[in-house]
T-cell receptor
Framework: DSGVTQTPKHLITATGQRVTLRCSPR?????VYWYQQSLDQGLQFLIQ???????AKGNILERFSAQQFPDLHSELNLSSLELGDSALYFC?????????????FGEGSRLTVL | DAKTTQPPSMDCAEGRAANLPCNHS???????VYWYRQIHSQGPQYIIH???NNETNEMASLIITEDRKSSTLILPHATLRDTAVYYC???????????????FGKGTHLIIQP
C-alpha cells in the first residue's frame, strides 16, 4: 500500500461526458502528479501540482484539467470524452517538489469510454 | 534528460538472479538513474536510484558503470512475483522538471519462469 488513494477505481461512461477523478496523496506529501496509461501507450505524464500550484505540464489535452486543493488532494477533470480517453489514470505523490524522483503511485482509476 | 535504452523483454528462472541492463550513454553529470517496476495494471513502484556509486536496498542492487553510461538492476533471488515491466529512467535533479523528467519509456518486461 503506497498510501496514495484514488477514486473511483473503475468508471464507465459515454462519449461526450465529463468525469472527475480524485486523488489523496500520502500524508504530508505536497506534490501530486497525474499520469495516463492507455493500452497502446506507455505511462504519459499529464501534470504536476506542488502545494496547490501547477508546477509542470506534460501531454495534457485542453479537454483535461486538474487542480490541487488546500487539503492537498487533487482532482483530474476529463471533459468531452472520446473513445481514445479510455485508459488507466494514475496519481502519484512525493514528499518534496521537483527535486526527487521517488514517487508513490496509487492503484489507478480505470476509465472506459463507450 | 538522457534517453535510456532497455531490452524489451527478458526471462529469468525463479530463484536465480535477474540482471536487467539499461543504457544511458548520454547521461549528464547531475542525472540520477532511477528504477521503477509495474506489475500488471498496478501503479508503478519505486525500486532504487543512484548517481555514481553502487546502491543496494531490500529490493535490489543497482550497479552503475564507472563512466555512468550504463547500469544494471539486480534482483538477487527472483520470485514469480517479480514478473513485471521494469523502467530505467535518467532524471536530472536540478532542471526543475523532476516531474516531467520522470518519463517512462517502454521498459523491460521481465518474466520469471517457475
Amino acid at each position: 500500500d503506497s498510501g496514495v488513494t484514488q477514486t473511483p477505481k473503475h468508471l464507465i461512461t459515454a462519449t461526450g461526458q465529463r468525469v472527475t477523478l480524485r486523488c489523496s496523496p500520502r500524508s504530508g506529501d505536497l506534490s501530486v502528479y497525474w499520469y495516463q496509461q492507455s493500452l497502446d501507450q506507455g505511462l504519459q505524464f499529464l501534470i504536476q501540482y506542488y502545494n496547490g500550484e501547477e508546477r509542470a505540464k506534460g501531454n495534457i489535452l485542453e479537454r483535461f484539467s486538474a487542480q490541487q486543493f488546500p487539503d492537498l488532494h487533487s482532482e483530474l477533470n476529463l471533459s468531452s470524452l472520446e473513445l481514445g480517453d479510455s485508459a488507466l489514470y494514475f496519481c502519484a505523490s512525493s514528499a518534496r517538489g521537483t527535486d526527487t524522483g521517488e514517487l508513490f503511485f496509487g492503484e489507478g482509476s480505470r476509465l472506459t469510454v463507450l | 534528460d538522457a534517453k535510456t535504452t532497455q531490452p524489451p523483454s527478458m526471462d529469468c528462472a525463479e530463484g536465480r538472479a535477474a540482471n536487467l541492463p539499461c543504457n544511458h550513454s548520454t547521461i549528464s553529470g547531475n542525472e540520477y538513474v532511477y528504477w521503477y517496476r509495474q506489475i500488471h495494471s498496478q501503479g508503478p513502484q519505486y525500486i532504487i536510484h543512484g548517481l555514481k556509486n553502487n546502491e543496494t536496498n531490500e529490493m535490489a542492487s543497482l550497479i552503475i558503470t564507472e563512466d555512468r553510461k550504463s547500469s544494471t538492476l539486480i534482483l538477487p533471488h527472483a520470485t514469480l512475483r517479480d514478473t513485471a515491466v521494469y523502467y530505467c529512467i535518467a532524471l536530472s535533479m536540478y532542471s526543475g522538471g523532476g516531474a516531467d523528467g520522470l518519463t517512462f519509456g517502454k521498459g523491460t518486461h521481465l518474466i520469471i519462469q517457475p
